[in-house]
């Protein structure tokens, strides 16, 4: 069975920092790219990042770059997303999304709440 | 203010057929696949098209997707009360080099 865990989540003030992941088992992880998404509370969904197979590219929305750092360690099957200098406006429910080859989004994780507050 | 476009809402009778649009640009659906997901309150968002007009198994043939342009839609034919949902497309857009999502359609069965 596909399954996607996510931890990491928390309580952090403005300007810290978090790091989340998302372990993974029931499928080969090195055979597929991830992705990240958030979704503020209330809110519609929001792209975060995406990392290929083999962390050959890396994608961010706009509104992180320069501040999150995704990554992978195949050999560990678990994605990361490194947070840095975080703002209020990034509280979130913080979801990890399997993608293969035209196919995004066939399994997600239960999701990790983020609180920026002060 | 999300690059695709989504109704807020949309409403049904048990039975009736709902359309849900998503509207977007070249740089997203013109030139890319999209995706559609389902998603229940405290839940994670499950894929019920992608795509465009693929249903993966499990879901069913109520379901279905199509794309002209840079606009598409996503249909739910005889309408059932577990479809009371709300409903999001994705794209990939060319030009921001990422993923972008539709602001969600409320889908209320009356």
């Known amino acids: 069975e596909v399954q996607l865990v996510e931890s990491g989540g928390g309580l952090v003030k403005p300007g810290g920092s978090l790091r989340l992941a998302c372990a993974a088992s029931?499928?080969?992880?090195?055979?597929?790219?991830f992705n990240w998404v958030r979704q503020a509370p209330g809110k519609g969904l929001e792209y975060v990042s995406s990392?290929?197979?083999?962390?050959?590219?890396?994608y961010y929305a706009g509104s992180v770059r320069g501040r999150f750092t995704i990554s992978r360690d195949n050999t560990k099957n678990s994605l990361y997303l490194q947070m840095n200098s975080l703002r209020v406006e990034d509280t979130a429910v913080y979801y990890c999304?399997?993608?293969?080859?035209?196919?995004?989004?066939?399994?997600w994780g239960q999701g990790t709440l983020v609180t920026v507050s002060t | 203010q999300s690059v695709l476009t989504q109704p807020p809402s949309a409403s049904g009778t048990p039975g009736q057929r709902v359309t849900i649009s998503c509207s977007g640009s070249?740089?997203?659906?013109?030139?890319?696949?999209i995706y559609w997901f389902q998603q229940f309150p405290g839940t994670a968002p499950k894929v019920v098209i992608y795509r465009n007009n693929q249903r993966p198994s499990g879901v069913p043939d109520r379901f279905s997707g199509s794309k002209s342009g840079t606009s598409a839609s996503l249909a739910i034919s005889g309408l059932r009360s577990e479809d009371e949902a709300d409903y999001y497309c994705?794209?990939?857009?060319?030009?921001?080099?990422?993923?972008?999502f539709g602001g969600g359609t409320k889908v209320t069965v009356l």
């Open positions: 990392i290929t197979s083999t962390s050959s590219a890396v």
């Open positions: 994705a794209s990939w857009d060319d030009s921001l080099s990422g993923k972008v």
């Open positions: 070249s740089s997203n659906i013109g030139n890319n696949f």
């Open positions: 029931g499928f080969t992880f090195s055979n597929y790219a």
């Open positions: 999304a399997r993608e293969s080859a035209g196919f995004f989004g066939d399994s």
